[in-house]
């Protein structure tokens, strides 16, 4: 029952360019920062931007976040087989009151 | 380098309480936020509720009536209880550090524990 929706999954060569889409409202990603995170199955989340484009200092930059309106995406370049994991938004809904995860993204490797 | 250690029964019986502790080892418990959130087998991540380190209190709509937070900064963790469980309440959870500090628009986790599997059945 998540208000943020994400694509099932999404997939590129070592070396390419992936984006996740995480698409929202006015009263969650269009009024509140978004966050994203990476979940290697068998593992805890980590957080990988939050405040819609900001990396913890141990994130590389090969992962970058930006929001528009309503939307949110993150890019990971340079993809590597470590990558291969499952990718959630998160955003805090203003008028549900209640915070929200995506509905996750499996990024492949091909 | 702080960690989060979750604990508690893995296996709790329909209609009874579900207790978990959240300790925070290596670090404080303020000025943050700390936050309870639950991955039931194969399905995705759904926040249960934040806690400041004042004891002030965010919790999910869709388990409000059922979920108390609490925080006891002399043990330095958090626990959760939640009240007449079903197998819908069957789970990973994990307890991890809002760094943001709001709980609300900048909500933002950036310390997990590594989560306890808690199981609802007779």
């Known amino acids: 029952q998540s208000v943020l929706t994400q694509p099932p999954s999404v997939s590129a060569a070592p070396g390419q360019k992936v984006t996740i889409s995480c698409s929202g409202s006015?009263?969650?990603?269009?009024?509140?920062?978004v966050s994203w995170y990476q979940q290697v199955p068998g593992t805890g989340p980590k957080l990988l931007i939050y405040?819609?484009?900001k990396r913890p200092s141990e994130i590389p930059d090969r992962f970058s976040g930006s929001k528009s309106g309503t939307a949110a995406t993150l890019g990971i370049t340079g993809l590597q087989t470590g990558d291969e994991a499952d990718y959630y938004c998160g955003a805090w809904d203003s008028s549900l009151r209640c915070y929200f995860f995506g509905t996750g993204t499996k990024v492949t490797v091909l | 380098q702080v960690q989060l250690q979750e604990s508690g029964p893995g296996l709790v019986k329909p209609s009874e309480t579900l207790s978990l502790t959240c300790t925070v080892i290596g670090g404080s418990v303020s000025p943050y936020y700390w936050a309870w959130i639950r991955q039931s087998p194969g399905k995705g991540l759904e926040w249960i509720g934040s806690?400041?380190?004042?004891?002030?209190?965010y919790y999910s709509p869709s388990l409000k009536s059922r979920l108390t937070l609490s925080l006891d900064t002399s043990q330095n963790h958090a626990s959760l209880k939640l009240s007449s469980v079903t197998a819908a309440d069957t789970a990973v959870y994990y307890c991890?550090?809002?760094?943001?500090?709001?709980?609300?628009?900048?909500?933002?986790?950036?310390?997990w524990g590594r989560g306890t599997m808690v199981t609802v059945s007779s």
């Open positions: 006015n009263s969650n990603i269009g009024k509140n920062y």
């Open positions: 405040d819609n484009k």
């Open positions: 991890a550090r809002d760094v943001d500090g709001s709980a609300t628009w900048g909500a933002a986790f950036d310390i």
């Open positions: 806690i400041y380190y004042t004891g002030s209190t």
